[in-house]
């Protein structure tokens, strides 16, 4: 499988099973030099399996696989060198400093950046001398991405960077991975925040049950979803649903507690249910109108069930 030019990553017909089910169902796929290329899925989808056979932890059943024209089973110690990885789950001993976990990790590759610029980039100057069991989660998850850039790499992986974050630091984060892209990185990101993959990434592809179900660009998606927008109001009265159903274009209404979210096609929409509401009695507040996102997207392809 010869490397295509501008083209970091190629997966193609990639399969990996485990006793009583198959993680990754024959996927293709490929990245381009330079993008923020996000995988999204429910749990149990096959994202961190996917992630893992690219990184080399894992080996696949069949398919192949090129990252930067080089096969990970094959050209693993070359293909270190050139990655970084910041791993889904990690950790370090709880006595380590922050300055010493950058120095061991520089250690073990040939061309490591300064420690002194990477505590900068990653805001972790003051906290050098902290130990890791002192650091909050944003500044541990930015020692991770610390750690995984150590090597100067040309493709960085991210899994759930974000999750147990809170909205603060997530921002953060977000900002950090556009400043990494900025100096001509590639990104390959797994994560289950649907608003992250949408203001991040150029192309997402929805995995679920192991196979890829939808690859595009998150605009695109939406825009193929078809025309739905929302209307969402706060009511303290009781709401007859069947008289915001039958509004014309209405294809279904929601009500959780006070707040209830109208579906229906952007063009007069508001109007509609303003004129059904009032026409009906029902005093309302805080009424507003909003797109399709991601997360729409997302809930139509897989479902709404819960998976464990």
């Not at 050139?82 to 791993?87: E, L, T, Y």
């Not at 520089?106 to 490591?112: D, G, L, N």
Request: hydrophobic share 40%; proline share 5%.
């Amino acid at each position: 499988m010869e490397s295509v030019s501008g083209v970091v990553i190629e997966v193609a017909e990639l399969v990996k099973t485990y006793p009583g089910i198959t993680a990754v169902d024959n996927i293709s796929f490929t990245v381009r030099q330079g993008e923020i290329f996000g995988m999204l899925g429910p749990n149990g989808a096959g994202k961190s399996t996917t992630i893992e056979c690219l990184e080399g932890v894992r080996q696949p059943d069949n398919g192949r696989i090129r990252i930067l024209g080089l096969d990970p089973k094959k050209d693993g110690f070359k293909l270190r060198e050139r990655i970084g990885i910041q791993f889904q789950s990690a950790a370090l001993p709880d006595r380590l400093k922050v300055w010493e976990a950058i120095d061991l990790f520089a250690t073990f590759y040939k061309r490591p950046l300064d420690c002194h610029q990477l505590l900068e980039t990653m805001q972790l100057t003051e906290k050098r001398d902290a130990y890791l069991a002192k650091l909050s989660g944003g500044q541990k998850q930015r020692l991770f991405i610390a750690l995984a850039l150590v090597n100067q790499p040309e493709l960085v992986f991210l899994d759930e960077l974000t999750t147990g974050l809170d909205p603060q630091a997530r921002r953060a984060m977000w900002s950090l991975v556009q400043e990494i892209r900025a100096q001509g990185k590639t990104i390959f990101l797994t994560t289950h925040f649907m608003e992250e993959a949408e203001r991040l990434c150029d192309r997402v592809a929805i995995i679920d049950h192991g196979q890829i179900i939808a690859l595009d660009t998150p605009q695109n998606l939406i825009n193929a979803l078809g025309s739905e927008n929302r209307v969402i109001f706060a009511t303290a009265q009781p709401v007859d649903a069947a008289a915001l159903e039958a509004i014309p274009g209405v294809h279904r209404v929601e009500q959780i507690r006070d707040r209830v979210v109208v579906y229906g096609p952007k063009d007069g929409l508001v109007g509609r249910v303003v004129n059904a509401l009032e026409a009906n009695g029902i005093a309302f507040d805080s009424l507003q109108a909003e797109p399709p996102t991601l997360e729409d997207v997302f809930l139509s392809l897989t479902g709404k069930e819960i998976r464990n």
